[in-house]
């Protein structure tokens, strides 16, 4: 019973590290959009704001 179940997944090898690779390459695209995003001028300006708004409340 053992032998079939090993004959059912021997076409795998190397999957994993398949699966690695595009995760990796997901993590590494998904990094270099929140950069674009949150390096631009108007998130930028909003943060500004934010921090601004957020130091005058008490005056």
Excluded: C, N, P, W
Excluded at 2 to 15: K, N, Q, S, T
Excluded at 36 to 51: A, C
Aim: hydrophobic residues 50%; charged residues 15%; without cysteine.
């Amino acid at each position: 019973m053992h032998h079939l179940i090993r004959e059912a997944f021997r076409g795998d090898d190397g999957m994993t590290t398949a699966e690695y690779a595009i995760g990796t390459l997901a993590a590494a695209a998904l990094a270099t959009a929140l950069y674009v995003v949150l390096s631009g001028d108007i998130v930028s300006q909003l943060l500004e704001d934010l921090v601004k708004s957020a130091f005058s409340v008490g005056t």
